[in-house]
């Protein structure tokens, strides 16, 4: 028997979830809604916040779950990356909670646990895997060789696919965060309406700072030549900035797997949640003969869940951590 309470805090979700032999039992998430206002995360906002929620967000994940403290064989918590203030809050927790219990502490990457986030449902990536990870934060390409290692074939130089996304949202002034804004928007948009340049960058590597500002200029070009540019054409505005992403990850994706002979595709991280993602991998999956993989939207953005899959598989391999390990920014 092997019951793990796992926490994620590393950005602006408070996340509890509690897993018994690898099953998912619950997973709360307690979002932020302070930063709309901002349109953006503010990392000492979200610091406070998670303190003053992470203890009813474990308390109702015990619950749901009918587990006690002393059911416990093992907390897990985020590690890093992310942002330090927010990190520190379920790492002090899951700490202090260990230490108090005697059982051993799980110290969790948070982008190991986006990739692992492909375990929690059936059917599960066979090894080796291809697994498009793209965040907020992040946007790579890794394969996945089992439970604990991976290698990162490519990454970007610049912005992650999720801050490509969110920046041109604020430009437009749709609601934070961006990415869903924008996805919803897309759906009533024409994608060719637009044009907007395909980053060029070599090999598996991925750039969105030209793309961005790209964006930026259209905008800023429309509204010369009508002051309601903006207004007149959000929908296919989004649908083609959008457009251009996903048709640029699946490439470089589709180049990974000719290059490296992989077929067991993955996606993981919250762009993973976009529509039109979604769709052209299911294309992709039909044309190439790709066994693809998407975790079910609320694992995709950042839940415990996805802390706690992983978790258990170091817990199979007793790979627990010190109390003193400290939290990573980066
Ligand atoms: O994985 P995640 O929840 O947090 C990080 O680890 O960064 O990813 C958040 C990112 C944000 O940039 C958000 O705008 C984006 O995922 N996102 C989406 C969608 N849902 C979330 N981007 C495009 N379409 C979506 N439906
Ligand atoms: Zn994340």
Redesign the pocket.
């Known amino acids: 028997m092997c019951v793990i309470l796992a926490l994620e805090s590393?950005?602006d979700?408070t996340s509890a979830s509690v897993l018994k032999n690898g099953k998912i039992l619950t997973n709360i998430i307690s979002g932020q809604a302070i930063h709309e206002k901002f349109g953006g995360v503010v990392p000492e906002l979200a610091s406070r916040a998670h303190q003053r929620n992470i203890i009813s967000v474990v308390d109702q994940a015990m619950k749901e779950a009918a587990i006690s403290q002393n059911d416990l064989d093992a907390v897990a918590f985020t590690n890093g990356p992310?942002l330090i203030g927010s990190l520190l809050v379920a790492s002090s927790f899951a700490k202090g909670l260990a230490l108090s219990l005697n059982v051993p502490l799980i110290a969790v990457n948070?982008?190991h646990a986006?990739v692992l986030s492909n375990f929690i449902d059936d059917p599960k990536p066979k090894f080796p895997f291809l697994c498009l990870l793209?965040?907020?934060?992040?946007t790579q390409i890794l394969k996945v060789t089992d439970y604990i290692h991976y290698e990162i074939i490519g990454k970007t130089i610049d912005d992650?696919?999720?801050?490509a996304?969110?920046k041109a949202?604020k430009v437009i002034d749709l609601p934070y965060?961006?990415?869903?804004?924008?996805?919803?928007e897309s759906q009533g948009g024409n994608k060719f309406t637009f044009d907007f340049p395909t980053p060029k960058i070599a090999g598996l590597d991925f750039s969105f700072s030209g793309l961005k500002t790209s964006f930026l200029y259209k905008i800023r070009d429309g509204l010369k030549e009508d002051p309601e540019f903006i207004k007149k054409n959000t929908q296919d505005l989004c649908a083609s900035y959008?457009n251009r992403?996903i048709s640029y990850l699946t490439e470089k994706l589709l180049k990974a797997s000719k290059q490296t002979g992989i077929n067991e595709v993955a996606l993981?991280?919250?762009?993973?949640?976009?529509?039109?993602?979604r769709e052209r991998i299911g294309e992709l999956s039909k044309k190439h003969s790709w066994k693809t993989y998407i975790p079910e939207?609320i694992y995709?953005?950042?839940?415990a869940a996805m802390i706690g899959i992983t978790s258990y598989y170091k817990y199979l391999q007793k790979d627990f951590s010190d109390p003193g390990i400290r939290p990573f920014a980066r």
């Open positions: 590393s950005c979700d992310g948070h982008l986006h793209v965040s907020g934060g992040h992650a696919a999720g801050e996304f969110d949202a965060p961006g990415g869903p804004s924008m996805d919803k959008q992403i993981a991280g919250g762009v993973a949640a976009n529509s039109a993602l939207m995709c953005t950042d839940n």
